[in-house]
T-cell receptor, first 110, second 114 residues
Framework: GEDVEQSLFLSVREGDSSVINCTYT??????LYWYKQEPGAGLQLLTY?????DMKQDQRLTVLLNKKDKHLSLRIADTQTGDSAIYFC??????????FGPGTSLSVIP | DTEVTQTPKHLVMGMTNKKSLKCEQH?????MYWYKQKAKKPPELMFV???????INESVPSRFSPECPNSSLLNLHLHALQPEDSALYLC?????????????FGEGSWLTVV
């Protein structure tokens, strides 16, 4: 079946690294995405990774994919207060179907 | 330009009203989506259009009726809604390219049913 899981809350100190984890069940997933949602706003695409890749780096963001364990992580280096938001992991399970995890609420302590 | 535009931003409607939500993208994307998001929950897929044809309907009640008049526009017609349908409705579009498959979302339409 199709299911995406994430831990619901994460709290880090400003300047530290944040690591948000995600697990998924569909082994046929082609793309995995990370979105950021701030209060009252839509979804901002942060980054994505193709399922045949292990890692992708984009400035402060590093995505790691362990396809064998169906585990995805997002590392945010030098976390800032502006990074406080809800982070959604999402998987593309078939040609056009994209489903989301429950979201991880990241709180950055100054 | 990675913009998906949704109107209106806010809508209040009665249970007997008929209204529509509109979505527009000019990126030439072939797929367009409607998602529903309740407070503190993830977006839930409702409909997907591919090349202007409905390709996915996630068993959505018939009081929600999607329409894709052309490749840039996507509408969601609303009729006889219930208060529990109050939510943020998000439109998205996507396209495959040599660099991958990206999905961009609009800012959403906040719907309140009274």
């Amino acid at each position: 079946g199709e299911d995406v899981e994430q831990s619901l809350f994460l709290s880090v100190r400003e300047g530290d690294s944040s690591v948000i984890n995600c697990t998924y069940t569909d082994s046929s997933s082609t793309y995995l995405y990370w979105y950021k949602q701030e209060p009252g706003a839509g979804l901002q695409l942060l980054t994505y990774i193709f399922s045949n890749m292990d890692m992708k780096q984009d400035q402060r963001l590093t995505v790691l994919l362990n396809k064998k364990d169906k585990h995805l992580s997002l590392r945010i280096a030098d976390t800032q207060t502006g990074d406080s938001a809800i982070y959604f992991c999402a998987e593309r399970t078939s040609y056009d179907k994209v489903i989301f995890g429950p979201g991880t609420s990241l709180s950055v302590i100054p | 330009d990675t913009e998906v535009t949704q109107t209106p931003k806010h809508l209040v409607m009665g249970m007997t009203n008929k209204k529509s939500l509109k979505c527009e993208q000019h990126m030439g994307h072939r797929a367009m989506y409607w998602y529903k998001q309740k407070a503190k929950k993830p977006p839930e897929l409702m409909f997907v259009y591919s090349y202007e044809k409905l390709s996915i309907n996630e068993s959505v009640p018939s009081r929600f009726s999607p329409e894709c008049p052309n490749s840039s526009l996507l509408n969601l017609h609303l009729h006889a809604l219930q208060p529990e349908d109050s939510a943020l409705y998000l439109c998205a579009s996507s396209q495959e390219s040599s660099s991958g498959n990206t999905i961009y979302f609009g800012e959403g339409s906040w719907l309140t049913v009274v």
